[in-house]
Every structure is written in structure tokens, then in C-alpha cells.
């Protein structure tokens, strides 16, 4: 009898993991969906993060944006990183502005960070 109960538990698991499983995939295909709706006509912002102006401005041009460079004051990001900044790095993209929207994992899944319509100016400090 215990046999038995035990495998019927088993089994139980083993169906309740199953139907946790497919929703799981659901909601990541859902969110596939989702984040096609979303971003359509959008381009996500590449990483400006201590690049060069030269770095950044070439990452954009192949996306389709136009970087705006102007001067920023991010001492303190270098003291948190250990490391010293170097003539004409940038600093991370910020969502204070018109054009870039930041979309988290909530919204796009897997494609969260930063996007703008494309051909938009992004300012970088």
C-alpha cells in the first residue's frame, strides 16, 4: 500500500513540474511576442560605458543612431570601477532623455535594456 502511495506522489510531482514547465514556455513565448510588438521600429542602444568617442560613435552608426557627446562629470563611476579615465571615454547611457526608453525583463523578456526609434540623437556624456 505504501508502494503504491508513494508512486501516486511520484506521479503527482511529475505532472504538477510538467504544467509548471509548459507555463513557463508560454510565458516566455508570450513575452516573445510581446516584446516584438513593443520594440518594432526600435533600435537597442549599444554599451557607451568607458568606450571612446570613436568606439561609440561607429557602434552607432551601425544601428542607426547619432550620438550627441557632451561633457560629464563621472569621477565617482570611475572610483567605484578602480580605474582611472582616459582622454575622451564615455559614460553609461542615462533614460532622462525623450528619446531612450529603458524596457526590463517584465516588458520585453530576454531583450531588456536600453532602445530609441532609430535614426534618433542620443545624448552621451
Known amino acids: 500500500m505504501k508502494k503504491i502511495s508513494i508512486a501516486l506522489s511520484l506521479l503527482a510531482a511529475l505532472v504538477?513540474?510538467?504544467a509548471c514547465g509548459q507555463s513557463?514556455?508560454?510565458k516566455n513565448e508570450e513575452l516573445t511576442k510581446?516584446?516584438?510588438t513593443v520594440l518594432k521600429g526600435?533600435?537597442?542602444i549599444p554599451e557607451t560605458y568607458f568606450k571612446t568617442k570613436e568606439?561609440?560613435?561607429a557602434e552607432f552608426d551601425s544601428v542607426g543612431l547619432k550620438p550627441k557627446f557632451v561633457v560629464a562629470n563621472f569621477d565617482d563611476a570611475a572610483q567605484y570601477n578602480k580605474r582611472f579615465l582616459r582622454k575622451d571615454e564615455?559614460?553609461?547611457i542615462s533614460s532622462d532623455?525623450?528619446?531612450v526608453t529603458y524596457y526590463d525583463t517584465?516588458?520585453?523578456g530576454d531583450k531588456h535594456g536600453f532602445y530609441a526609434d532609430k535614426g534618433a540623437t542620443i545624448i552621451v556624456g
Open 16 to 18: 504538477l513540474l510538467g
Open 106 to 108: 517584465k516588458a520585453v
Open 55 to 57: 568606439q561609440v560613435t
Open 24 to 26: 513557463e514556455k508560454s
Open 34 to 36: 510581446q516584446a516584438e
Open 97 to 99: 532623455q525623450g528619446a
Open 42 to 44: 526600435k533600435v537597442e
Open 90 to 92: 564615455c559614460d553609461q
